[in-house]
C-alpha cells in the first residue's frame, strides 16, 4: 500500500510539470515497479511473476464441453531449472478439471489444457474459479487464483422458418442448426416447443435426434388461431435460442385481375386506337369468365412541365 502511495503522488508530481520524453520515462519506471501485481482485464486474466521471470495468460470465461487453454510464458527457462505447473478450475469448491506439467529443462513457452465438463449447475455458476501453482528450484512456489465467468452458450443455434406471416390453414415450417465451438454439427439432442402469444405451448418436441445437427419439425395452424407473435423456442441441454413469427388472419381474393399499358405512346402513329391487356385467373390457375368494365383516364403532358423533378439542398 505505502508503493501504490508513492507511485500515486509521483503519478500526480509527473503529469503536472513533466514534458512528453519524461512521461514515457515515467511509465517506464511504473511498469517496473508494478512488476508482480496482478493483471485484470475484461477478455482474459494473468500474471506477471516477478522481475518478470514468467507471464500466466488464461481467459476469464468458461465454457461447457470446451478446451481451456492455459499459457506460461517463461522469460528465461535455462534458470529455473525442474518446473512444475499445477493448473485447476473448481466450482463452488468442488474441483471440475485440473491439468498438470512437469519439466526437466522448460521452453519459453507452455500450455496447459483442460477439458471443461457440461453438468456444472446453474445455481453456483458465478463461483468458478482458477488456481495455477509454480513451483521450480530458484523461484520456490507460487499459487494465484482468479474468480472467472461461466456463460451456458457453447452452441450455435440458427432457427429459419419458412416465411414471416401465417395465416389460418397454412402449416409452419422450421429448421434449426446446431453447430459446436468448432463449427462442426452438434451430436447431442435437441428440444423445440412452438408457443402461442398467450404463452401457452401448442406443440413440442423432446428429446429429439439431430441429424448432422439439424432438427426440422413442421405445424399446421388451425383455420382461426390466435392472431399475434408466436415463439419458436428450442434447447440443447442448458442453452436455449427463441424466434418469433407473426400470424394473422387473411383471405385470398378469389382471382387476381392485372391490366397492362404501353408506358409511353406517340399520338401521331395511334391511328385513332389505343391497346391494352387485360388478364385474369383464379389462384388455382383456372381460367376466369365474366363481365370487364374498363375505364380510360388520359392526361396531356406539355414541353414545359417535367416528367419528374426532385430538389436537393447543398
Not at 512444475?84 to 521452453?107: A, C, F, Q, R, W
Request: charged share 20%; aromatic share 10%; net charge neutral.
Amino acid at each position: 500500500y505505502v508503493l501504490l502511495l508513492l507511485v500515486y503522488v509521483f503519478e500526480s508530481v509527473i503529469m503536472t510539470y513533466s514534458k512528453g520524453y519524461v512521461k514515457l520515462c515515467y511509465f517506464v519506471i511504473l511498469l517496473h515497479l508494478m512488476e508482480g501485481i496482478e493483471l485484470r482485464e475484461k477478455s482474459g486474466w494473468g500474471i506477471r511473476g516477478k522481475e518478470s521471470e514468467y507471464y500466466i495468460i488464461a481467459p476469464r470465461t468458461v465454457r461447457p464441453h470446451s478446451i481451456y487453454k492455459i499459457i506460461v510464458h517463461i522469460r528465461n527457462p535455462d534458470s529455473l531449472g525442474r518446473l512444475e505447473i499445477h493448473s485447476s478450475i473448481s466450482n463452488n469448491g468442488v474441483k471440475l478439471t485440473d491439468s498438470i506439467l512437469k519439466e526437466n529443462s522448460p521452453s519459453h513457452l507452455e500450455e496447459l489444457m483442460m477439458k471443461i465438463p457440461g453438468h456444472i449447475r446453474n445455481e453456483t455458476q458465478n463461483q468458478t474459479h482458477l488456481k495455477v501453482q509454480l513451483s521450480s528450484s530458484s523461484l520456490g512456489k507460487k499459487e494465484y487464483s482468479a474468480l472467472l465467468n461461466y456463460t451456458k452458450e457453447f452452441l450455435s443455434i440458427t432457427i429459419e422458418s419458412d416465411r414471416l406471416i401465417y395465416t389460418g390453414g397454412q402449416s409452419i415450417h422450421l429448421r434449426c442448426i446446431f453447430t459446436d465451438l468448432d463449427f462442426k454439427p452438434y451430436k447431442g439432442q435437441g428440444n423445440m416447443w412452438i408457443v402461442d402469444p398467450e404463452g401457452f405451448i401448442v406443440r413440442r418436441w423432446i428429446s429429439r435426434s439431430l441429424n448432422l445437427g439439424v432438427l426440422t419439425n413442421h405445424l399446421t395452424l388451425p383455420e382461426y388461431p390466435k392472431v399475434g407473435f408466436w415463439k419458436c423456442i428450442v434447447s440443447a441441454e442448458s442453452q436455449m435460442s427463441e424466434i418469433s413469427f407473426k400470424v394473422e388472419k387473411y383471405y385470398s381474393p378469389p382471382l387476381e385481375v392485372s391490366v397492362s399499358l404501353p408506358p409511353f405512346v406517340d399520338p401521331g402513329n395511334l391511328n385513332g386506337m389505343l391497346e391494352a391487356e387485360v388478364e385474369a385467373s383464379f389462384l388455382t390457375e383456372r381460367m376466369s369468365k365474366g363481365n370487364i368494365y374498363l375505364k380510360w383516364m388520359a392526361s396531356e403532358i406539355d414541353d414545359s412541365t417535367p416528367l419528374f423533378e426532385d430538389k436537393v439542398i447543398l
